[in-house]
């Protein structure tokens, strides 16, 4: 089968031939439909040597969607034929993280002492999606899709997921009344603005660099869309001030002034990790009350209720297909900064594309 693997740190990956896995013991094999491409792909190629504790080769891609087609001796053989994404966190299910239904925050998937990242789930140390089929270690990572297209399921594995997921952990602050500030309409931004909507928020002020993205923005729900924290201070002081931003971009530039567009007991959410830093202190003028999280990915049951949504309507990616051959390409553009929404990659799709 055809796979898009990390053959070397540093370097991009390949296209290449390798076996179809068999499954073992309570294994399950998934025909991928589509597999979503991320920015944290190219920060994994874009490593050097030792800072992640992954086997090379590596076929990437952890945003997989597909159709179980076979199954382990020891594995429920009744999923057989369901149409499925992947939880991209394969996790312990025995720490005290685990036990609390906080599987994304596994204490097994933390750095280890010497700083070295240890494996997660698929694409991520374990064999990935961007390839024709890919196993899973059981049923417990798959969420069924129904009649979802592969390529509106992928991008909810990470894209939609990590979303849901910072909005749905400052549910406190969300409801009807909100005021939110959402930094950044790629990926995960644009269904950010989407979720929002599904939890009742109207009050929704986009920011995106790229113009052209604009038009995303306001079609997903938001009021209006600024090029730059700047432009967008005023509509948001005119509101009152951001009960919560969240900043799908991570970047010095959007986390260092955030926090100056709060109400009085607003909050930071920092998703996107792009190297910003941001010092914290009652004595440096922030509003009374602030506070800053940098919430990761999602639980399993935060994927089932955003395939919900998806399935309800209330929830659709803006994606660019592209066929296995041109993975690189699409990896390019999506460094370039030049693709709306969602990239994935398609088997089956025309490689005219």
């Keep these: 089968m055809l796979a898009v693997q990390l053959t070397a740190w540093g370097q991009p990956p390949q296209v290449r031939e390798i076996p179809v896995p068999e499954p073992a013991e309570g294994q399950l094999l998934i025909k991928v439909g589509a597999a979503g491409l991320c920015r944290s792909d190219l920060h994994v190629m874009d490593s050097p040597a030792g800072r992640f504790d992954y086997p090379l080769p590596l076929t990437l891609g952890h945003e997989v969607a597909g159709t179980v087609v076979g199954a382990g ?6 999923w057989i034929g369901e149409n499925v994404v992947i939880h991209g966190v394969w996790p312990c299910g025995r720490c005290r993280n685990c036990r609390r239904e906080r599987e994304n925050y596994c204490l097994e998937k933390v750095p280890r002492g010497d700083g070295r990242l240890s494996p997660i789930g698929n694409g991520l140390g374990h064999p990935g999606g961007l390839a024709e089929y890919l196993l899973v270690p059981s049923e417990a990572v798959l969420v069924r899709v129904g009649s979802l297209s592969p390529e509106q399921a992928a991008p909810l594995a990470d894209a939609g997921l990590t979303a849901y997921h910072a909005i749905r952990t400052n549910s406190d602050l969300i409801d009807s009344d909100t005021v939110a500030l959402v930094i950044g309409i790629g990926g995960l931004g644009h269904l950010a603005v989407q979720i929002l909507r599904s939890f009742g928020v109207t009050d929704i002020i986009a920011v995106e660099t790229r113009t052209q993205t604009h038009a995303l923005a306001l079609e997903s729900g938001a009021l209006a869309c600024f090029a730059t924290l700047a432009e967008a201070a005023e509509a948001v002081a005119s509101l009152g001030g951001a009960d919560v931003v969240f900043d799908f971009v991570g970047a010095q530039a959007t986390v260092e002034p955030a926090p100056a567009l709060l109400a009085p007991g607003g909050r930071v959410v920092v998703v996107g990790s792009a190297g910003g830093q941001l010092t914290v202190g009652k004595s440096l003028g ?68």
């Design 73 to 78: 001796p020891l594995a429920d053989h009744a």
């Design 286 to 353: 922030l509003v009374n009350g602030w506070q800053v999280r940098a919430p990761f990915w999602g639980t399993i049951e935060d994927l089932r209720q955003v395939v919900a949504l998806a399935g309800a309507g209330k929830l659709h990616a803006e994606v660019t297909a592209f066929p296995f051959d041109s993975a690189l390409k699409a990896y390019d553009r999506l460094r370039s900064g030049d693709l709306s929404g969602r990239a994935v990659l398609v088997p089956t799709a025309p490689s005219s594309l």
